[in-house]
C-alpha cells in the first residue's frame, strides 16, 4: 500500500464521528482530573506491578494523586514495548501538547502539571470529546443506577447483570434488587416481574444494551419457571444452595435478561470466558484471566 493510499484512508477514516460501545466511566464524573486518572486504569497499574511496582505502592489507600503518578512513573522505562504505553503517549500529545519522546523520571512533574491545570479547564470534558471526535459513549450500568443526574443522550445507558445471573444468593443482592424495583423476591413470577421492571426502567433511560461477563464453564440452557421457582423459594428463606441448583439458577435468570432483550430489541453484550479473581494478589481490576 502506497503512503499516499495510506494517508488518504486515514484521512477519511479521522472524518467519522464515533460512538464508543463499552465504557466503565462514572457518567456524573466522566473526565479526569488529574493523570493518575490515566495511570491508575488497570492498562497501567498490571503493567506497572508485572513490572515488579507493588499492589500497596500503587493502592495505598489515600496516596496523593501526584505521588502515585510518580510511583507508576518509575516502572514506565519497562512498559515502552506496550501498545498502552504508546497510547499514554499519543493522549499526552494529542491533549497536553507533550513533545518528548519518553515520559521519564527527569520529565513527568513538568507533564503532570500541565495536564493538571488543562483538566481544570471548565469545558475540558467537551474538549475530550471534540478532539476524540465521540458523539456517544456507552456505559455500564449496575442494576440499581437511579440514571440521573446527566445527558443520557451523550452517555448511554446499559444493563450490567452479572450480580443478578452469579449472586442472586447474597442478600445484599436481593436487598438492591427489591429496592430497585419494589418488589421482593419469593420465586420464579417474582423474579421475571422483577426484571420486567428493571428492564422499563432502563428503557425510559435511554438504555440501548444489557451486558454480562460469563466464566468459560457457563452453559446456557433455558430453564422453566416451574423448575427455577423451588430453587428461588430457597433463596429467599436464606437456605444455601447446592452447586447443582445454582448452576440452574444462574441458567433461569440469564435466559429470562435474554428473553426481555428480545421482547424490547435490545442486543445482550456477552464478554464470553472470563474468569474472576484468578491473580488473587493482582491490582484491582488486573485479577481476572480470559480463557
Same mark, same amino acid.
Given at each position: 500500500?502506497?503512503?499516499?493510499?495510506?494517508?488518504?484512508?486515514?484521512?477519511?477514516?479521522?472524518?467519522?464521528?464515533?460512538?464508543?460501545? *463499552?465504557? *466503565?466511566?462514572? @457518567?456524573?464524573?466522566?473526565?479526569?482530573?488529574?493523570?493518575?486518572?490515566?495511570?491508575?486504569?488497570?492498562?497501567?497499574?498490571?503493567?506497572? *506491578?508485572?513490572?515488579?511496582?507493588?499492589?500497596?505502592?500503587?493502592?495505598?489507600?489515600?496516596?496523593?494523586?501526584?505521588?502515585?503518578?510518580?510511583?507508576?512513573?518509575?516502572?514506565?522505562?519497562?512498559?515502552?514495548?506496550?501498545? @498502552?504505553?504508546?497510547?499514554?503517549?499519543?493522549?499526552?500529545?494529542?491533549?497536553?501538547?507533550?513533545?518528548?519522546?519518553?515520559?521519564?523520571?527527569?520529565?513527568?512533574?513538568?507533564?503532570?502539571?500541565?495536564?493538571?491545570?488543562?483538566?481544570?479547564?471548565?469545558?475540558?470534558?467537551?474538549?475530550?470529546?471534540?478532539?476524540?471526535?465521540?458523539? @456517544?459513549? $456507552?456505559?455500564?450500568?449496575?442494576?440499581?443506577?437511579?440514571?440521573?443526574? $446527566?445527558?443520557?443522550?451523550?452517555?448511554?445507558?446499559?444493563?450490567?447483570?452479572?450480580?443478578?445471573?452469579?449472586?442472586?444468593?447474597?442478600?445484599?443482592?436481593?436487598?438492591?434488587?427489591?429496592?430497585?424495583?419494589?418488589?421482593?423476591?419469593?420465586?420464579?413470577?417474582?423474579?421475571?416481574?422483577?426484571?420486567?421492571?428493571?428492564?422499563?426502567?432502563?428503557?425510559?433511560?435511554?438504555?440501548?444494551?444489557?451486558?454480562?461477563?460469563?466464566?468459560?464453564?457457563?452453559?446456557?440452557?433455558?430453564?422453566?419457571?416451574?423448575?427455577?421457582?423451588?430453587?428461588?423459594?430457597?433463596?429467599?428463606?436464606?437456605?444455601?444452595?447446592?452447586?447443582?441448583?445454582?448452576?440452574?439458577?444462574?441458567?433461569?435468570?440469564?435466559?429470562?435478561?435474554?428473553?426481555?432483550?428480545?421482547?424490547?430489541?435490545?442486543?445482550?453484550?456477552?464478554?464470553?470466558?472470563?474468569?474472576?479473581?484468578?491473580?488473587?494478589?493482582?491490582?484491582?481490576?488486573?485479577?481476572?484471566?480470559?480463557?
Amino acid at each position: 500500500m502506497s503512503a499516499q493510499l495510506q494517508q488518504r484512508l486515514l484521512g477519511e477514516l479521522d472524518k467519522l464521528v464515533l460512538i464508543d460501545p *463499552h465504557t *466503565h466511566i462514572n @457518567q456524573l464524573d466522566p473526565a479526569s482530573h488529574t493523570l493518575a486518572d490515566i495511570l491508575g486504569y488497570h492498562y497501567y497499574t498490571e503493567l506497572a *506491578h508485572s513490572a515488579g511496582l507493588p499492589r500497596e505502592q500503587i493502592e495505598q489507600p489515600g496516596i496523593d494523586p501526584k505521588e502515585k503518578v510518580q510511583r507508576l512513573v518509575s516502572k514506565l522505562a519497562d512498559i515502552e514495548n506496550t501498545v @498502552q504505553y504508546s497510547w499514554l503517549l499519543e493522549m499526552c500529545r494529542a491533549f497536553f501538547g507533550f513533545e518528548d519522546d519518553r515520559i521519564t523520571p527527569a520529565n513527568w512533574e513538568t507533564l503532570y502539571d500541565t495536564a493538571a491545570k488543562k483538566m481544570a479547564q471548565p469545558d475540558w470534558e467537551e474538549q475530550v470529546l471534540r478532539t476524540s471526535k465521540l458523539e @456517544q459513549i $456507552f456505559l455500564t450500568n449496575n442494576f440499581d443506577d437511579p440514571l440521573t443526574g $446527566f445527558n443520557t443522550q451523550r452517555y448511554i445507558p446499559c444493563l450490567r447483570t452479572d450480580d443478578l445471573v452469579f449472586h442472586l444468593t447474597k442478600p445484599e443482592t436481593r436487598t438492591r434488587l427489591a429496592k430497585a424495583t419494589g418488589i421482593e423476591l419469593s420465586g420464579a413470577a417474582s423474579l421475571k416481574q422483577a426484571v420486567g421492571k428493571l428492564f422499563d426502567h432502563f428503557l425510559s433511560k435511554n438504555a440501548k444494551a444489557c451486558a454480562i461477563s460469563l466464566p468459560p464453564d457457563f452453559e446456557p440452557i433455558r430453564i422453566d419457571a416451574a423448575s427455577a421457582d423451588p430453587i428461588l423459594r430457597a433463596v429467599a428463606a436464606g437456605k444455601e444452595l447446592s452447586a447443582d441448583e445454582q448452576r440452574t439458577l444462574s441458567r433461569f435468570v440469564f435466559w429470562t435478561l435474554a428473553e426481555h432483550c428480545a421482547d424490547h430489541h435490545l442486543p445482550f453484550d456477552l464478554m464470553i470466558g472470563v474468569n474472576r479473581r484468578v491473580y488473587e494478589a493482582g491490582v484491582y481490576q488486573g485479577q481476572d484471566l480470559f480463557d
